[in-house]
Nanobody, 123 residues
Framework: QVLLVESGGGLVQAGDSLRLSCAGS????????VGWFRQAPGREREFAAT????????YYADSVKGRFTISRDNTKNTVYLQMNSLKPEDTAVYYC????????????????WGQGTQVTVSS
């Protein structure tokens, strides 16, 4: 049974930082690319960031580039999303997802999903 669990969300003020974690189990974690997606109320789920299986390649949505950093520690079966300079428009439920080997920005190409963690950024 594959399980991805996000944590680290919360309520913060604009300009603050937050670090999300995604812990994987039930899979060979180092064989999966991992992505972060987010979904605000009434909006479609959108790509935020993804990272290759060894962490050597990363990709970001324009909306978060320069503010968010994705990283991974395969010894801990965990992927992180460091979010700096948070803005109210970053408010969303953040999901991590995993797919075999190759990174993708398309949600439909991911095989496994976590339950999500809420991030709320106030003015």
């Amino acid at each position: 049974q594959v399980l991805l669990v996000e944590s680290g969300g919360g309520l913060v003020q604009a300009g603050d930082s937050l670090r999300l974690s995604c812990a994987g189990s039930g899979l060979t974690f180092s064989s999966y690319a991992v992505g972060w997606f987010r979904q605000a109320p009434g909006r479609e789920r959108e790509f935020a960031a993804t990272i290759s299986i060894k962490g050597g390649r990363t990709y970001y949505a324009d909306s978060v580039k320069g503010r968010f950093t994705i990283s991974r520690d395969n010894t801990k079966n965990t992927v992180y999303l460091q979010m700096n300079s948070l803005k109210p428009e970053d408010t969303a439920v953040y999901y991590c997802a995993a797919r075999i080997l190759v990174t993708s920005q398309a949600a439909a190409e991911y095989d496994y999903w976590g339950q999500g963690t809420q991030v709320t950024v106030s003015s």
